[in-house]
């Protein structure tokens, strides 16, 4: 029996060793693979929030565009050329039509030229007179401005001026009377803006991967911008776009796979197309695949010899343990296992020999403690009976406040009315409701203990509030503001002349955290003691009972912000003499 044990031992450590060998090249073919996706499917939303970038870019240059017409054609000056009838009053008006519309011209970089038809599309107006006239005239003859109403402003196609080597588009807004006393509305003509299509620099492909084509056609099919390399195949191009092939799908094109990305501009017509090589995208991923083709190799001759090893030196001193562990489920508890070796597996046999023994002497002493336990329980429950028998009341002394306040009003001191009632608030916060309360109820606890300051000092000490609104519904430890401020005036104001003010203030800050500041003009502390606070704060232990009431308190604080809200909650302070003490909490966002 124990010879088959054996054999099947070592299959299952050759299983072991080949499944590992197996788990690993799949895992190495799994991460490869889902690499190249990952980079691919990153590359393609990058490339296509590029083009998008450049649709963004036209709509904002086209609402600049835009509003230059609307200004320009609802200008009274404009409007009162127009519909004035005098030919002198024209005249008169005409250099200062004239100085705007070049003015519009020379400022916008989109815009090439501005010209102002009739209701005949005669030139009335124009910032050039004889620059780009011949694209004028195009622009006026294909539309028809002198006979054709549109209701509407709209964008043409695009001209291309051979000489230059440019190409323009324009839009063109119907100028209407906005005169009050014209009802109908007349058509006064018509306002044309010309644009340089390069000067909206949309075919800037310096961010692309080098071999990557782009390319920005017009509605009739003309190349407007783009490199010269799709410009020579746009016959292939035209085609692609036609089959509309989505966006995530690759292409073969100039006998190469490309990512086509493409996106339409419907206020002109335009598509950008954009083409990226495959190739370059995965270029990265050839290092990763022939360095994890190299760890792969070596890891699986590395496991084939470990398998060997297992197998020839731990094979046998592991079946001799598993024998000896089987008799120890015959209730001997006396019976100890046989150290074989004095490698791993025989001190793992002398660490179970020594946890039976542990195990037989605990049992003893279990029996012997239960007795015990079960009386130290009973002391315990009587203890705690005793404890609670002797606490004081809380309504007790909620009620002998309530009563001190029923007197003072019936024998007419406000003084001592304001302070018992002050009392109670505190003290019924202090003792009621959760541990974590807000911001908002810590200032009420704050404002109650300075009312009692303010009879007790007779107004000499003032209290500053300047928490943000939005502050106040954060939450906070309850009893945290209030024994700072205590602080502040029994520590900085109390002993000065004076009037001693104390400034709470609360914000966020850029980070997102809760800045707290109490702050007092009192008479300050030395710079040693201000470092052996700091200190303090930073300590973990328990406070020394050497150290003065106010920096237990303060440290007592700082432990159970620590406690509730992490290590990154902070208390800080700074001092001057004669001139204040501040002490900061800094909570985490």
Known sequence: ?????????????????????????????????????????????????????????FIFASKDIENIATKT?????????????????????????????????????????????????????????????????????????????????FYTTTYRDEFKGKSYYAYIMPIISVQPDDSYKTRLGEIIILCNVSALN????????????????????????????????LNAISELTKSRIREKDKILYNNHEYWLKSVSIEKVGWNIICLIPHDILIR?????????????????????????????????????LIREVDKLGQNDTKYRLKRQSNNEIGKLAR???????????ITQRTLRDRDKILQAELAKTKAELSTLQSQINPHFLYNTLECMRSIALEHGIPEIVKISTAMARIFRY???????????????????????????????????????????????????????????????????????????????????RIIIRIKDNGKGMEESDV????????????????????SIGLLNIARRLRLMFGESSIICITSSQNVGTTVEICLPA
Request: hydrophobic share 40%; charged share 25%; with cysteine.
């Open 1 to 57: 029996m124990g010879f088959v044990s054996r054999i099947k031992l070592r299959y299952q450590v050759i299983i072991l060793v080949s499944l590992a060998i197996m788990m690993m090249v799949v895992i190495q073919v799994f991460y490869y693979f889902n690499s190249q996706a990952l980079l691919q499917r990153k590359a393609g939303e990058y490339f296509s929030n590029y083009i998008k970038q450049l649709e963004g870019q």
């Open 73 to 153: 054609s609802y200008s009274q000056i404009v409007q009162k050329y127009l519909l004035e009838k005098n030919s002198i009053t024209q005249i008169q008006l005409r250099p200062f039509i004239v100085e705007k519309l070049i003015s519009i011209a020379s400022a916008n970089s989109n815009v090439t030229g501005v010209k102002i038809t009739g209701l005949g599309g005669e030139v009335l107006l124009s910032s050039s007179d004889t620059e780009y006239y011949r694209i004028y005239k195009d622009i006026i003859t294909d539309y028809d401005l002198g006979r054709q109403v549109y209701q509407g402003a």
């Open 202 to 233: 949309l075919a800037d492909k310096n961010i692309l991967p080098e071999d990557s084509l782009l390319l920005i056609i017009d509605k009739d099919g003309y190349v407007i911008s783009g490199d010269r390399a799709m410009m020579n195949h």
């Open 284 to 320: 990265d991923m050839l290092p990763i695949r022939n360095l994890g083709i190299l760890i792969a190799g070596v890891s699986i001759l590395i496991l084939c010899a470990l398998g060997v090893i297992l197998i020839g030196s731990i094979f046998s001193p592991i079946s001799n």
């Open 351 to 361: 660490n179970i020999n020594r946890m039976l023994e542990r195990i037989e002497i």
């Open 430 to 512: 202090s003792i009621k409701g959760n541990n974590i309360v807000t911001i908002r109820d810590e200032m009420e606890c704050v404002k109650n203990y300075f009312d009692i300051i303010a009879i007790r000092y007779d107004g000499r000490f003032k209290l500053g509030i300047s928490i943000d609104e939005g502050l106040m519904k954060e939450n906070i430890i309850k009893m945290v503001l209030q024994p700072i401020v205590e602080n502040a005036v029994y520590h900085g104001l109390e002993n000065r002349k004076q009037k001693g003010v104390v400034e709470v203030r609360g914000y966020k800050d850029e980070a997102g």
């Open 531 to 550: 470092r052996r606070f700091n200190d303090l704060m930073k300590k973990k232990s328990g406070p020394n009972p050497m150290e003065d009431r106010r």
